[in-house]
């Protein structure tokens, strides 16, 4: 697409996108409480200017923003649009080839943290509502909003609020896009994601650092005590070794797997994709089953003992790691969480102590793929992208939509806007300007094609 000769509204659109991103609303960081503040306020103005009421709901950290249409007369169907406005830290700016809250457009994207994850793709349906509120005809269908700033710390918050919160969320619907195409030119509707189980594990050993010549080989060193552990929990296949972990796992039915064939997929243009050696994980099982369907176990950031330049001969007093488990339907983190103490408290070495301390927990979740939602969306799509979308799962995890499931009793909407190699979490995150203003039009389109549906069958 040309950039520059975008029209009018593409421009207006493309502006609030780079103004949102400017705001480093990172909900991790407490010496930025008041830019997620800042970042919420910007939705209010935006979806306030546009008509919708909007309300600014405190929380104890972050406020959510909830914003509806005008509500029609007779019958309707209700929906309920998720988003989040916070986003993850940047991480090493050094890494970064453009400032990452400075959004800079290359090769047809635009570049900065939050740029998909989720400023950009949650900004595609406040663009098309905004739009839908104010047509000439008047909405013939119900939109609400739930926009937070607590996604990327486990929106626990808005778990705990839920129950008093349910009678004004109440939708039919609920429509996400935090998620991905299934690659360049195949869009998708997301069936299913990965819930999480998060932890941090910190091994205790001596009361200070010590000299490894001085006292190396006479007490239990620490850091050398978390391998072990850390390594007790997984086996060399990739198969997690924790007693009971897999009791609830129940196997994919035979259609999914036999559709997940049929997916232009190539396991060799995946591996250069993610620049590895080779491809590894649980035997028996595609890349695609291991990475939407498989439990899974990772290590995501260990520290202990000397970091520094050169070489410091220290027998570390304390080492730590923090870890997940990617979780599949019907295991539950709580009962993860008991199986991971008695795994700890078994296989820890003697001459330590720990504390394993749980972060955030939340189930997987699934859609029933026969709905008359997902055949809404699937048009929407079509007639945007051209291309029929592929039925697909993704492996990484919305906390809160398990919740939404149970507790408001909609149907789900995972229709996600991203690429693959969008960088989510790490340096020179990205969304293809494009894609920002197709899933303005495809989120337009399913606005009409749900008009069509009358109220929930
Ligand atoms: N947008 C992601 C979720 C996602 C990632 C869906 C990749 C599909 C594919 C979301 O913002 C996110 O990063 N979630 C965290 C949750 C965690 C911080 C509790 C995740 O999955 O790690
Ligand atoms: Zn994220």
């Given at each position: 697409m040309n950039l520059d000769q975008l029209d009018p509204q593409q421009q207006s659109d493309l502006n609030d996108w780079m103004e949102l991103i400017?705001?480093?609303?990172?909900?991790?960081?407490?010496?930025r409480v008041s830019d997620v503040e800042r970042a919420a306020d910007w939705l209010v103005e935006k979806l306030s200017m546009s008509g919708l009421t909007v309300e600014k709901i405190p929380t104890k950290r972050h406020p959510m923003i909830f914003a509806e249409t005008a509500k029609p007369d007779g019958d309707h169907v209700t929906v309920l649009v998720y988003g989040h406005y916070d986003v993850q830290p940047a991480g090493?700016?050094?890494?970064?080839?453009?400032?990452?809250?400075?959004p800079t457009i290359r090769d047809g994207n635009l570049y900065a943290r939050g740029a998909t994850d989720d400023k950009g793709q949650m900004l595609t349906h406040v663009q098309s509502v905004c739009r839908y509120a104010n047509q000439?005809?008047?909405?013939k269908i119900h939109i609400k909003l739930m926009i937070e700033g607590e996604e990327e710390v486990g929106s626990a918050n808005l778990d705990e609020m839920l129950p008093q919160l349910s009678d004004k969320l109440a939708c039919d619907v609920l429509v996400i896009s935090d998620s991905s195409q299934f690659a360049d030119g195949q869009p998708a509707i997301t069936l299913g994601l990965r819930g999480i189980a998060t932890y941090e594990l910190s091994v205790y050993g001596p009361g200070r650092d010590l000299h490894s010549g001085a006292f190396g080989g006479t007490v239990m060193n620490p850091a050398i005590a978390l391998c072990h552990l850390m390594s007790s929990m997984i086996d060399a296949e990739g198969r997690i070794a924790i007693d009971g972990f897999y009791d609830s796992v129940k196997p994919q039915s035979e259609s999914e797997i036999e559709a997940w064939k049929?997916?232009?997929?190539?396991d060799e243009t995946y591996r250069e994709s993610v620049g590895a050696i080779e491809l590894f994980g649980e035997s028996g099982f595609s890349t695609n089953q291991r990475r939407w369907a498989r439990p899974t176990f990772d290590i995501n950031g260990l520290t202990s003992g000397h970091q520094g330049e050169g070489v410091m001969t220290v027998l570390p007093s304390t080492a730590s790691a923090k870890f997940s488990f990617r979780l599949v339907p019907d295991q539950d983190p709580q009962a993860i969480s008991r199986a991971l103490q008695d795994h700890v408290q078994k296989h820890c070495p003697k001459g330590v102590r720990y504390d394993l301390k749980a972060d955030h927990g939340a189930g997987a979740m699934v859609v029933d793929a026969d709905s008359p939602f997902v055949d809404a969306a699937a048009n929407a799509i079509t007639d945007t992208f051209g291309v029929s979308p592929v039925l697909i799962r993704e492996g990484?995890?919305?906390?809160i939509v398990g919740r939404f499931q149970e507790v408001l009793r909609c149907d789900c909407l995972l229709l996600g806007w991203g690429?693959?190699?969008?960088n989510l979490h790490a340096p020179d995150e990205k969304f293809r300007i494009a894609d920002y203003f197709r899933g303005i039009d495809a989120s337009g389109r399913l606005w009409q094609e749900l008009e069509g549906i009358g109220k929930k069958p």
């Open positions: 400017r705001i480093p609303s990172i909900s991790s960081d407490t010496s090493d700016e050094s890494l970064w080839t453009s400032p990452p809250f400075e000439a005809s008047g909405p049929n997916l232009p997929h190539d990484g995890s919305i906390p690429l693959d190699d969008d």
